[in-house]
Structures are given as C-alpha cells and as structure tokens.
C-alpha cells in the first residue's frame, strides 16, 4: 500500500474515531443526536472534500452516523457537565 492510499484510509478513521467519542455530549438521547449529527455533518463533509469527493454527500452520510451514535450512546460514558 502507498503511503498516499494509507492516508487516504487513515484519516476518515481517525476523524470519524473522534467525531463518535465526542456524540456523547449531552443528557438526553435527542440532544446527544443533534451534537453527533452536527459534528458528523462536519466531518463529513471535510472527508468528502478531502477525498475528492462531493462534501454534500459527505456530509449528509456524517450526519446521520453522527446522528445514531449520539442517540445511541450512554450519557455516563462522556460527562462534560450541564451546558450553560
């Protein structure tokens, strides 16, 4: 594998490992989804444009994985405290 490819692979994993362990934020499961699926929605739309690909598309996929890992996740997994 080139290294060209290895970081092809190696960065929508790595933002997408960040993007799940930050889906927690939040004390109910529809505000842990509203924060997953705005930080997917980011993140994919930044890999969609990094890869060449269409940052819409890639988007709208980051949120909703985004979206189903926050609502999914369990508020004591990541306790940062009541927002202001």
Same mark, same amino acid.
């Given at each position: 594998?080139t290294?060209?490819?290895?970081?092809?692979?190696?960065?929508p994993?790595l933002?997408?490992? &960040?993007?799940?362990?930050?889906?927690?934020?939040?004390?109910?499961?529809?505000?842990?989804?509203?924060?997953?699926?705005a930080i997917?929605?980011g993140t994919?739309?930044?890999i969609?444009?990094?890869?060449g690909?269409?940052a819409?598309?890639?988007?709208l996929?980051?949120?909703? &994985?985004?979206a189903?890992?926050?609502? &999914?996740?369990?508020?004591?997994? &990541?306790?940062?405290g009541?927002?202001?």
């Amino acid at each position: 594998m080139t290294r060209i490819n290895q970081r092809r692979l190696l960065t929508p994993l790595l933002l997408a490992a &960040v993007c799940f362990s930050l889906a927690a934020c939040g004390y109910t499961p529809g505000s842990r989804a509203l924060s997953g699926g705005a930080i997917g929605a980011g993140t994919g739309a930044i890999i969609g444009a990094a890869t060449g690909g269409s940052a819409a598309t890639g988007a709208l996929i980051g949120a909703g &994985v985004g979206a189903i890992g926050g609502a &999914v996740t369990n508020p004591n997994t &990541v306790n940062l405290g009541h927002a202001p």
